[in-house]
């Protein structure tokens, strides 16, 4: 549906603003369903925290974030505090890394969770 310039600003890694994180929102929401997976989303009724992706693993409940860049994930750190996960994703256009329980991944990645 977009046009050939936000296609290009994709391929290129030039797209910014906000639709950037839309489309990576989607583009993990598409892989994740095709895996079987249900989605769910966590959003605090003060609308200040959110995590776009709750998955269920093994009676477990894995949140996963998607970040267009590689920049800090609050909602995300506050939510392992808090609900004390097995596991975190952070989902980002960068490479692999551990810290704690949170695994960050690329973005193509999202196919294997």
């Not at 046009?3 to 290009?8: H, L, P, R, S, Y």
């Not at 994740?32 to 925290?49: A, E, M, P, V």
């Not at 409940?61 to 970040?67: G, L």
């Amino acid at each position: 549906m977009y046009g050939f310039d936000t296609k290009t600003a994709i391929l290129d890694n030039s797209l910014i603003g906000p639709a950037k994180g839309g489309v990576y929102e989607n583009l993990v929401a598409d892989m994740l369903t095709k895996r079987g997976c249900k989605l769910y989303y966590y959003k605090r009724d003060n609308n200040s925290q959110e995590i776009e992706f709750l998955l269920s693993q093994n009676s477990k409940i894995i949140p996963v974030e998607v970040k267009s860049g590689n920049s800090s994930t609050i909602s995300l750190n506050n939510f392992i505090s808090e609900f004390n996960p097995p596991y975190a994703y952070k989902l980002i256009n960068g490479n692999l890394g551990i810290s704690g329980t949170k695994i960050t991944l690329p973005l193509y990645m999202a196919m294997f969770i």
